[in-house]
């Protein structure tokens, strides 16, 4: 069975940093595309980032563009997001999730599956 745990979430001030870190287990997931999402009170779930499975395409939601980096690491079956210069508006609950595809690399949320639990990310101004 497919089991994605996050770790890494927390309270932090404006300005300051967090390492969100997806650890996946079940099977081998080096050839599929990772992401990670977050979802805010009252609001729908959004793509925050991206990784493909070879880790030469990535994506970004332009609100964490030059503030966000994703990264993975096949061999850990892991995928992390750094976060920096976080903002009030970064709250909400963050999940990573990897895509239903093999070698495809979208970043809609649909088109991924095997969701984690979600970690909290509060940032206070």
């Known amino acids: 069975q497919v089991q994605l745990v996050e770790s890494g979430g927390g309270l932090v001030q404006a300005g300051g940093s967090l390492r969100l870190s997806c650890a996946a287990s079940g099977r081998t997931f080096s050839s599929y595309a990772m992401g990670w999402f977050r979802q805010a009170p009252g609001k729908e779930r959004e793509s925050v980032a991206a990784i493909s499975a070879s880790r030469d395409k990535t994506y970004y939601a332009d609100s964490v ?49 095997s969701w984690g639990q979600g970690t909290q990310v509060t940032v206070s101004s």
């Open 65 to 113: 563009k030059g503030r966000f980096t994703i990264s993975r690491d096949n061999a850990k079956n892991s995928v992390y997001l750094q976060m920096n210069s976080l903002k009030p508006e970064d709250t909400a609950v963050y999940y990573c999730a990897v895509h239903r595809v093999s070698l495809i690399f979208t970043t809609r949320k649909d088109d991924f599956g």
